[in-house]
């Protein structure tokens, strides 16, 4: 009798979905959880409204699992064994794989009508067995320390199990569409693309680079920061715009204290333009209200006045120390907390506006020439391949 897992049941959430959207939902989570489990040899099957991954080699279970918890649009996971249908079978199983004490209640589906016997009967035998293998075990059918399940199915067989392990909830990347990022390298912009790939976003990112302010390991640090992603948002890519030459012009013609406000302004144009050449329909950045000179909200107004796009910010209500629980969640905390400079840093004013008007900030900006610059910046774009961290 077989007792190692050889299968894992991949169950997904949103009863809301109906018609053509669920299958639409379904194809894109499929395609997604193959992405993931790219490398490994695996067999898919499908059944109602759940997934399972069966014929993998053992070894490779825990990396499956690690895979498949970071994947969107999943709701939870359960490890469990696949055996024919065969009552005595199933119970031995079950008492087997299942704590030795504790209280404990058996449920039972049953797809297959050809057993002539009702769930609940089913279910108080395989208990009743178990019972009778480990006396330390009771039953208790509404409190209970862990929950024994069998599935069983129409294709003569069924499923054991009793652990289930929380997905990552939210809707399969790409089912919302695309958005453009502007990536960093702190701790909020990933952070940031997170929430929003939860919500079904395929993500391209942005980077503006100070080359050589910046040099190649502020560079890596980004394209890490987008590796680590890469397992939510399995299509992610990553554009580096040469910002160098802009902070030139705006530092020698623009007063110091408005610098930021003018270079923010500028990502926001350039990121609205690469958004529309790579049919994103909005951008995302990783601003919370008040956390600095750049985030007032005059400052965003002044910024958000330069695009059309909606800007997704969803840390805007989020205090640093919510932002960084999720970043360690995340993993991309200790890349982020790296120390190399970033573009802003390098020309950092003593004193940044905090209340820009946008009089003022439109006045200083005539003195550029803001197109060919924009024009330049995107000539020299400079697209980056990410594979995933493993
Ligand atoms: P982060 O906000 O990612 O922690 P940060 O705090 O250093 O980085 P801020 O100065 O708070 O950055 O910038 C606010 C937002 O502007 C960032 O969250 C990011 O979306 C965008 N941004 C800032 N610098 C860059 C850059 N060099 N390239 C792309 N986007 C950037
Ligand atoms: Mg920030």
Known sequence: ?????????????????????????????????????????????????????????????????????????????????????????????????????????????????????????????????????????????????????????ENGFSYV??????GAQGLPSGCSGKAMLLLSGGIDSPVAAYMMAKRGLNVVCVHYHSFPYTGELALQKVVDLASKLHPYIPHIELNV?????????IHEHCPQEFMITIMRRFMMRIAERLAKIKKCGALITGESLGQVASQTMESIQTTNAVVTLPVFRPLIGNDKDEIIAVAQKIDTFDISIRPYEDCCTVFLPKNPVIHPKMEDVIRYEQRLDIETLIAKALEGVEMKTISPER
């Open 161 to 166: 199990f009793y652990e289930t392990i929380m």
């Open 241 to 249: 715009v040469p910002f160098t030459e802009i902070q030139y012009a």
């Open 1 to 153: 009798m077989a007792t190692e897992y050889n299968t894992i049941l991949i169950r997904y959430g949103e009863l809301f979905l109906k018609g053509n959207n669920r299958s639409y939902f379904e194809s894109l989570l499929i395609k997604n959880i193959k992405a993931a489990l790219a490398g490994i040899s695996f067999k898919f099957v499908k059944s109602r409204g759940r997934f399972f991954i069966e014929d993998f080699a053992d070894p490779d279970k825990c990396e499956i699992l690690d895979r498949l918890k970071k994947v969107f649009g999943i709701h939870s996971i359960s490890p469990a064994i696949k055996t024919p249908t065969d009552l005595s079978l199933i119970s031995e199983i079950a008492s087997q794989i299942a704590p030795q004490e504790g209280t404990f209640r058996v449920t039972v589906k049953r797809a297959d009508k050809r057993i002539d016997m009702r769930s609940m009967d089913i279910a108080a035998k395989i208990g009743g067995d178990m019972l009778s293998r480990a006396p330390k075990r009771k039953v208790e059918l509404y409190q209970f320390d862990f929950e024994l399940h069998v599935d069983i199915r």
